[in-house]
């Protein structure tokens, strides 16, 4: 009996061994085309909120760190720099609207630094299905309304959906979910306004990996 728990334990542990070594083996060989596929997408959603004929750098390298409440919570949110020569001329922010109908929904915003929004795009959500999820681009055009919309100040009354005095449909049975992307938009787009005079005194998103 003891040498059959013996040989089955010996068996497992070459078995657990063997299983671990190919899956390192595997993460390994697959790590380039992941990281890879990884740049293709996020490059493929900062020219939907920014267009490209808008700059000329090699926006994903120009990668920043902020942080501030305006965001949507204290966490660390990523920040790409559009220029034209070297000027700034354009950026895209992630940000949180922490008041969805199902909770916090993660933003990209494409602005100016004048309060002209470029695009907007919704990276995560857990919206009702066929309800609040209409703020995916895959299932409405809706998130496009933004799209060269200025903001003009804090107190811009049409920064808003319809049933709050605003400019914005809401979705039919579901208002705090679009109300949620508005306001997150109008808050992002107001700090963006901030941002060319802190830019030399932000980290870039290597030192803050480090």
């Known amino acids: 009996m003891l040498d059959t728990i013996r040989k089955n334990g010996v068996t497992l542990a070459l078995f657990a061994a063997i ?18 596929q990884t740049l293709l997408q996020q490059k493929n959603l900062l020219d939907q909120v920014v267009p490209t004929d808008l700059y000329d750098n090699p926006m994903q390298q120009e990668c920043y760190v902020v942080t501030d409440a305006a965001l949507g919570n204290d966490k660390p949110h990523h920040l790409f720099i559009a220029r034209k020569g070297d000027a700034p001329v354009a950026a ?5 609207a922490p008041d969805g109908y199902s909770g916090a929904i993660q ?14 795009r919704v990276v995560e959500h857990h919206e009702t299905p066929g309800l ?17 919309r200025i903001v003009h100040g804090p107190d811009d009354k049409h920064f808003a959906v319809k ?12 208002t705090i979910t679009p109300r949620a992307v508005v306001n997150a938009t109008k808050r992002t787009a107001l700090f963006m306004e901030t941002l060319p005079a802190k830019l030399s005194s932000l980290p870039d998103c290597g030192d803050a990996n480090e």
């Not at 299983?19 to 890879?36: R, S």
């Not at 933003?107 to 907007?120: E, R, W, Y």
């Not at 605003?166 to 979705?171: H, S, T, V, Y």
């Open 132 to 148: 609040g999820d209409k703020i995916e681009l895959r299932v409405s055009g809706w998130i496009k309304s933004f799209s060269g």
């Open 107 to 120: 933003m990209l915003v494409g602005a100016d630094f004048n309060g002209k929004v470029l695009g907007v």
């Open 92 to 96: 895209a922010l992630e940000t949180t």
């Open 19 to 36: 299983t671990t070594g190919l899956t390192a083996v595997v993460n390994e060989v697959t790590k380039p085309t992941v990281e890879h």
């Open 163 to 174: 049933k709050d005095g605003g400019d914005f449909d809401q979705f039919t049975g579901a």
